[in-house]
Nanobody, 118 residues
Framework: QVQLVESGGGSVQAGGSLTLTCSIS????????MGWYRQTPGNERELVGI???????TYSDSAKGRFAVTRNNGKNTMYLQMHHLKPEDTAGYYC????????????WGQGTQITVTS
């Protein structure tokens, strides 16, 4: 089992910056991939950025060049640093972790809302 808790959401003006934090607990050593997703009402959850094997990170086209996913293994924490925010970045942001054992299990945090005002 993996537990994920996001923090750091809120309201920010367009062009501003914000950093989200994901605190990770549980079977951390079993995690194969972890990253950030976002979701707007009526739409599917979409990838923002994710660590896969080793330190390889994959970003969505909308996140490239503006967002950065980093982690502090010593603190069991992952971050999403967001810059040059746009109103279309307004969404619920979710921390995710994938464990591949006998089955593939995906874990989610409760989400944190970001609102970007123009």
């Amino acid at each position: 089992q993996v537990q994920l808790v996001e923090s750091g959401g809120g309201s920010v003006q367009a062009g501003g910056s914000l950093t989200l934090t994901c605190s990770i607990s549980g079977s951390i050593s079993s995690i194969n991939a972890m990253g950030w997703y976002r979701q707007t009402p009526g739409n599917e959850r979409e990838l923002v950025g994710i660590f896969t094997s080793g330190n390889s990170i994959t970003y969505s086209d909308s996140a490239k060049g503006r967002f950065a996913v980093t982690r502090n293994n010593g603190k069991n924490t992952m971050y999403l640093q967001m810059h040059h925010l746009k109103p279309e970045d307004t969404a619920g942001y979710y921390c995710a972790a994938v464990v591949i054992g006998g089955t593939c299990s995906q874990y989610w945090g409760q989400g944190t809302q970001i609102t970007v005002t123009s």
